[in-house]
């Protein structure tokens, strides 16, 4: 979803990071960790809304690459 860098694809990409609870997380940890990968690279509030949430999640295997992937997206934001 995110290789062709539309806003479009953050929603679905959100909605999979939504998905599941406690006992489908590692179940689910992969696919998450491929929406957060999406998100990265994708312009819009919807993914950085979406990343923020997963920053904050109780997963800590989710929360480091989401915070990293805020951090990506917020230095290739600033201008050269």
Request: charged share 30%; proline share 4%.
């Given at each position: 979803?995110?290789?062709?860098?539309?806003a479009?694809?953050?929603?679905?990409?959100?909605?999979?990071?939504?998905?599941?609870?406690?006992?489908q997380?590692?179940?689910?940890?992969d696919l998450?960790?491929?929406?957060?990968?999406?998100?990265?690279?994708?312009p819009?509030?919807?993914?950085?809304?979406?990343?923020?949430?997963?920053a904050?999640?109780?997963?800590?295997?989710?929360?480091q690459?989401a915070?990293?992937?805020q951090?990506?997206?917020a230095?290739s934001?600033?201008?050269?």
């Open positions: 979803l995110g290789r062709r860098g539309r479009e694809a953050a929603r679905p990409s959100a909605a999979i990071l939504a998905h599941g609870g406690f006992f997380r590692r179940k689910l940890r998450k960790l491929a929406a957060i990968t999406a998100l990265s690279g994708l819009g509030r919807d993914a950085a809304d979406a990343l923020a949430r997963a904050r999640s109780s997963d800590a295997q989710l929360r690459p915070a990293l992937a951090k990506r997206r230095q934001a600033k201008p050269a």
